[in-house]
T-cell receptor, first 113, second 115 residues
Framework: DQQVKQNSPSLSVQEGRISILNCDYT??????FLWYKKYPAEGPTFLIS?????DKNEDGRFTVFLNKSAKHLSLHIVPSQPGDSAVYFC????????????FGTGTSLTVIP | NAGVMQNPRHLVRRRGQEARLRCSPM?????VYWYRQLPEEGLKFMVY????????ESGMPKERFSAEFPKEGPSILRIQQVVRGDSAAYFC?????????????FGPGTRLTVL
């Protein structure tokens, strides 16, 4: 039962343009959402997060948008850089459990120089 | 401040053998989580532990898998009588506390190959 879905397994973007990665979820109890970035042969590294009381959080080139009514969040990277090429995982935590995160299957982003 | 450490990075076992994966959380972190990533899939939660306590093991297979986080030493994920389907990357993560919103910090993972 995949409660967090990333329907695009891959995305290619030209350097300097905007990258938009999407994530959908089904559990209305999720109250905290995160994006992780993962390079091959490494563990995921935390990128940015948003709580359900907000609809936008920005950190430098990275912005996460949350649409609770649509159960959808997105990560915007602008401008995209070749070093951003990695797999991006969306994760969510329900309010009624401990600190268990549910992860999506990931989107592989390639930024073309 | 060292990050989350996992060893070994690569582990090869034959079917029926035991696999022991170790995780040392970041300094000051008392919460440890284990995740498994099968090929072409996302990370799947397995177990959440605090020192000497299993808090949530809802993602652990009922048989052959066990986890511990003793008072001293690293957290251990133990897989008995491994089968080919256990081949995966196993990631450990740690966090400082449960209260509020806390991201989890991941280790580099252990890649288990079962021959």
């Amino acid at each position: 039962d995949q409660q967090v879905k990333q329907n695009s397994p891959s995305l290619s973007v030209q350097e300097g343009r905007i990258s938009i990665l999407n994530c959908d979820y089904t559990n209305s109890m999720f109250d905290y959402f995160l994006w992780y970035k993962k390079y091959p042969a490494e563990g995921p590294t935390f990128l940015i997060s948003i709580s359900s009381i907000k609809d936008k959080n920005e950190d430098g080139r990275f912005t996460v948008f949350l649409n609770k009514s649509a159960k959808h969040l997105s990560l915007h990277i602008v401008p995209s850089q070749p070093g951003d090429s990695a797999v991006y995982f969306c994760a969510a935590r329900p309010s009624n459990t401990g600190n268990q995160f549910y992860f999506g299957t990931g989107t592989s982003l390639t930024v073309i120089p | 401040n060292a990050g989350v450490m996992q060893n070994p990075r690569h582990l090869v076992r034959r079917r029926g053998q035991e696999a022991r994966l170790r995780c040392s959380p970041m300094k000051g972190h008392s919460h440890v989580y284990w995740y498994r990533q099968l090929p072409e899939e996302g990370l799947k939660f397995m177990v959440y532990l605090q020192k000497e306590n299993i808090i949530d093991e809802s993602g652990m297979p009922k048989e052959r898998f066990s986890a511990e986080f003793p008072k001293e030493g690293p957290s251990i994920l133990r897989i008995q009588q491994v089968v080919r389907g256990d081949s995966a990357a196993y990631f450990c993560a740690s966090s400082p506390s449960l209260g509020g919103y806390n991201e989890q910090f991941f280790g580099p993972g252990t890649r288990l190959t079962v021959l």
